[in-house]
C-alpha cells in the first residue's frame, strides 16, 4: 500500500512557473514509477509526465515538452514537476500515480495508487 500527497498548487498567471510535489508514504518508493495526470472540469483524466523507479527515463505528453519537467528524489520518497510557460489550457487538478513497476507507464489504467490532487489554475 502507498499514500500518496500532492501539494504545491495554487493560482498563477499565464507564463508563470509552479513546482507540484508528490510525497509517498508506505511500502519503498524507489520501487514505484510514478506518474503525474490532470483532469480539467467536463474533461477526462489525461497523461502528463512520467518517470521511472531509478529516474533514468521520462516521457511527457507532447503538449508539455520543454515546458514541463518531473524528477524524483527516491531519498525523500518525493516526485516533483516542474511547470514552466504555464497557460491557461493548463488549469486542472493535478494527479500523481504509483505504478507498481519499474518502467515508465502513459496510461491511466497502470497506476495502483492515487493522490487526492492538488488544483492549479492558471489566469489569463
Known amino acids: 500500500q502507498v499514500q500518496l500527497v500532492e501539494s504545491g498548487g495554487g493560482l498563477v498567471q499565464a507564463g508563470g512557473s509552479l513546482r507540484l510535489s508528490c510525497a509517498a508514504s508506505?511500502?519503498?518508493?524507489?520501487?514505484?514509477?510514478m506518474g503525474w495526470f490532470r483532469q480539467a472540469p467536463g474533461k477526462e483524466r489525461e497523461f502528463v509526465a512520467a518517470?521511472?523507479?531509478?529516474?533514468?527515463?521520462?516521457a511527457y505528453a507532447e503538449s508539455m515538452k520543454g515546458r514541463f519537467a518531473i524528477s524524483r528524489d527516491n531519498a525523500k520518497s518525493t516526485v516533483y514537476l516542474q511547470m514552466n510557460s504555464l497557460k491557461p489550457e493548463d488549469t486542472a487538478v493535478y494527479y500523481c500515480?504509483?505504478?507498481?513497476?519499474?518502467?515508465?507507464?502513459?496510461?491511466?489504467?497502470?497506476?495502483?495508487?492515487w493522490g487526492q490532487g492538488t488544483q492549479v489554475t492558471v489566469s489569463s
Open positions: 500515480g504509483a505504478r507498481s513497476a519499474q518502467a515508465i507507464g502513459i496510461m491511466g489504467y497502470e497506476y495502483d495508487y
Open positions: 508506505g511500502r519503498t518508493f524507489s520501487s514505484y514509477a
Open positions: 518517470i521511472s523507479w531509478s529516474g533514468s527515463n521520462t
